[in-house]
Each structure stands twice: as structure tokens, then as C-alpha cells.
């Protein structure tokens, strides 16, 4: 079975710093790994995606992800936080079989903080 | 072009009600998927549609939630006797492979927010 852990649902930062959201994950084939934004009244938006190859993987808007299979993790990341990447994230894992049965976890809300 | 779309925005009924939520793909995509979000958590996958047919239903909660996508197009989530814990954001997404993999980017909708009173 797929599950995802994000930690911290709540995750406050300044304007211009570091931005660390956590992802753990488990699964039962090998993962493929994903990273959405969803801002206020909107559809979720895929930032980034872990499929095989590089496990740096870089997305849209700055941010980037790795992949450590040793640590089960996928954590995204961004150098220097923007008011506008203020939302929720959410962090999933898609399923064994020929489609994308997605698992996603319960979300970080990111405030960024002028 | 345009984006996944679902209609209605907002829809507020009373328990017991019939309801249906419509999902309008990106058009060319085959496959088409359903999520259901509560509050404060991720979306959990309902059903995915490969063309016409439901090639996987599993994430059905249960026989009151039904869904149809007779031309391989549009979809239509269909909730009888709607009770006050189906409230939730309602999101379809789409992606556009013959067959869908793993891999795919799927493309989601802003959702219905559906409200039980």
C-alpha cells in the first residue's frame, strides 16, 4: 500500500528565506513521487515530479525536490520564500498498476511572513 | 486552451437530496479521474475513467456515489440520499496518454464544493 507523511501542517516563514516542506513516504513498489500547490479556490497545480533518473528534481516557480530512498523521503524545497507562494502543498505518491492511482498526503499550509 | 472544468462552483443541498457534479476534461484527454478532498485533509481518489468505462472504482465510499462518462468526455459524479458527512471539495482531474501511467501529469479542476446541511 501507498502512504504519504507530511510534516507539519502549519509552516510559517519570512519573506526572502529558506523554505522546507517534509515529505515521508512508504510504498510498496518503487515510488514515483509528486508535489502540488493548491492555492485558495483552486484546482490543485503539479509543481514537480520523481519518476526514475536524477533525484534532484527541479519544478516550476524555484522550487525543487530529493529524492532519498535510504530516508523515504521527498522533501521540497526552496531557497528564498515569495509572498506568493503562500498556499497549500501537498505531497503524493501514485500507486503500482498501469495508471495514476494517487495517494496524497494531508498538506502544508505555507504563510509567508513580509 | 482551456482547463479542466466542473460545475457547479458551490452547491449547497439538504440531506437526503439527489445531487450531480460535473466534470468537463481538457479537451483530447482520455483519462479522467475524481477526488474527494475534506476539510484539512488531501484528496482521496474516488474512480478513473479510461475513455468510457470506469477502469477502476475502488475509492467509491460506497453504492449512494456513482459516476458516468457515457461519451468518453464530460463526467458526471452522481450522490443519492446525500448525507451531511458527504460534504467536501469534489475534484476531477484529466490526463491526456491513451493509457494512463504512473507517470502522467494530471490536470486538475477548482472543484465543487458540495455542502449537506
Known amino acids: 500500500a501507498q502512504s504519504v507523511t507530511q510534516l507539519g501542517s502549519h509552516v510559517s516563514v519570512s519573506e526572502g528565506a529558506l523554505v522546507l516542506l517534509r515529505c515521508n513516504y512508504s510504498?510498496?513498489?518503487?515510488?514515483?513521487l509528486f508535489w502540488y500547490v493548491q492555492y485558495p479556490n483552486q484546482g490543485l497545480q503539479l509543481l514537480l515530479k520523481?519518476?526514475?533518473?536524477?533525484?534532484l528534481v527541479k519544478g516550476i516557480n524555484g522550487f525543487e525536490a530529493e529524492f532519498k530512498k535510504s530516508e523515504t523521503s521527498f522533501h521540497l524545497t526552496k531557497p528564498s520564500a515569495h509572498m506568493s507562494d503562500a498556499a497549500e502543498y501537498f505531497c503524493?505518491?501514485?500507486?503500482?498498476?498501469?495508471?495514476?492511482?494517487?495517494?496524497f498526503g494531508t498538506g502544508t499550509k505555507l504563510q509567508v511572513i513580509p | 486552451g482551456a482547463g479542466v472544468s466542473q460545475t457547479p462552483s458551490n452547491k449547497v443541498t439538504e440531506k437526503g437530496k439527489y445531487v450531480e457534479l460535473r466534470c468537463d476534461p481538457i479537451?483530447?484527454?482520455?483519462?479522467l479521474y475524481w477526488y474527494r478532498q475534506s476539510l484539512g485533509q488531501g484528496p482521496e481518489f474516488l474512480i478513473y475513467f479510461q475513455g468510457t468505462g470506469a477502469a477502476d472504482d475502488s475509492g467509491l465510499p460506497n453504492d449512494r456515489f456513482f459516476a458516468v462518462r457515457p461519451e468518453g468526455s464530460v463526467s458526471t459524479l452522481k450522490i443519492q440520499r446525500t448525507e451531511r458527512g458527504d460534504s467536501a471539495m469534489y475534484l476531477c482531474?484529466?490526463?491526456?496518454?491513451?493509457?494512463?501511467?504512473?507517470?502522467?501529469?494530471?490536470?486538475f479542476g477548482p472543484g465543487t464544493r458540495l455542502t449537506v446541511l
Open positions: 510504498s510498496s513498489v518503487p515510488p514515483y
Open positions: 479537451s483530447g484527454h482520455t483519462a
Open positions: 520523481y519518476t526514475t533518473g536524477a533525484t
Open positions: 503524493a505518491v501514485s500507486g503500482p498498476g498501469g495508471y495514476q492511482k494517487v495517494t
Open positions: 482531474a484529466s490526463s491526456s496518454t491513451p493509457v494512463a501511467r504512473r507517470t502522467d501529469t494530471q490536470y
